[in-house]
Nanobody, 124 residues
Framework: QVQLVESGGGSVQAGASLRLSCVASDYTFSAYTIAWFRQAAGKEREFVAQVNWGGQSTIYADSVKGRFTISRDNAQKTVTLQMSSLKPEDTALYSC?????????????????WGQGTQVTVSL
């Protein structure tokens, strides 16, 4: 079973950058597709970005394309979400999720393992 721990959230002003990290416990980490989702207060959880097992392929939500970059370091069992030009509408709890043997899904229910999340708050 994969355990995921996120870090890097915080409170920033609009236009700032943040770097979120998702660290896994499992030695088979490289076999998993990893995605970031976010959930704002009172809203549904939404897909943000995902990266395939080797890091060569990525998918982004339209709302973050060009501003967020997802990457992974399998040796460190870490996936990073670099967020720039942050907007107030990016405010949410950000969680990473893992699934094995699946690529391309933007549906939260398709992912088997989840971290507890890290809060990102962007103010004007």
């Amino acid at each position: 079973q994969v355990q995921l721990v996120e870090s890097g959230g915080g409170s920033v002003q609009a236009g700032a950058s943040l770097r979120l990290s998702c660290v896994a416990s499992d030695y088979t980490f490289s076999a998993y597709t990893i995605a970031w989702f976010r959930q704002a207060a009172g809203k549904e959880r939404e897909f943000v970005a995902q990266v395939n097992w080797g890091g060569q392929s990525t998918i982004y939500a339209d709302s973050v394309k060009g501003r967020f970059t997802i990457s992974r370091d399998n040796a460190q069992k870490t996936v990073t979400l670099q967020m720039s030009s942050l907007k107030p509408e990016d405010t949410a709890l950000y969680s990473c999720a893992a699934v094995q043997g699946l690529w391309g899904s933007k549906v939260a229910g398709a992912y088997d393992y989840w971290g507890q999340g890290t809060q990102v708050t962007v103010s004007l």
